[in-house]
């Protein structure tokens, strides 16, 4: 896929001015396993990744070497975590606390459907912050937009397993968030 064709995919993403956010139908960028930490809490697993994402990095993910051109599409980083059902071994959340553009994700129909929503970081402040705020006060819901009202009653009911991992995946963002800037600044 070309940098033309990459274009025309985020183009065609908007619908409407007052969407949710831009939808797509292609793969996830899958996480680096030796960038990543995981904690299991009840039904869910958080893995918490110092994450760079860059032209290439979308690229490969979309069955290509290169995007080509000379200007970069994508070049940010910063800490990412990832929210996976235990049953299913999906991914069905994902927060992006990058530092140029922060983003989340809801993926739906069991990763078929990948929809990106901005983090304003100017009215919404801290970015992991209000991550960890949306695990600990909006969890349930944002699993029942990705259709997973089975999943969602799960966390509610576990509720108590739940809160205690949530504080330490507070900590492995913020370690993951200084490593990755340590990785910027040193190149």
Known sequence: MDRQQILRMLREATLEPYQLGL??????????????????AGPLRFVVEA????????????????????DELFDD?????????????IEHLRFDCFADKPHYHYVLEEGAVNTVCRIDQHAEGDVIEWAIGRLRERL????????????AAQVRAHHDQIRPVVDDV??????????VTAERVAT
């Open 23 to 40: 939808s797509f139908r292609s793969p996830m960028i899958a996480p680096v396993p030796e960038r990543c930490v995981s904690r299991s």
């Open 170 to 179: 507070a900590l492995l963002l913020r370690e993951a968030g200084h490593r």
């Open 77 to 89: 980083y910063g800490p990412t975590l990832h929210v996976y059902g235990t049953d299913d071994g």
């Open 140 to 151: 349930p819901e944002m699993l029942e937009h990705c259709g997973l009202t089975v999943l």
């Open 51 to 70: 994450r760079h994402l860059d032209d290439q990095a979308v690229s490969e993910n979309l069955g290509n070497q290169s995007a080509g051109g000379d």
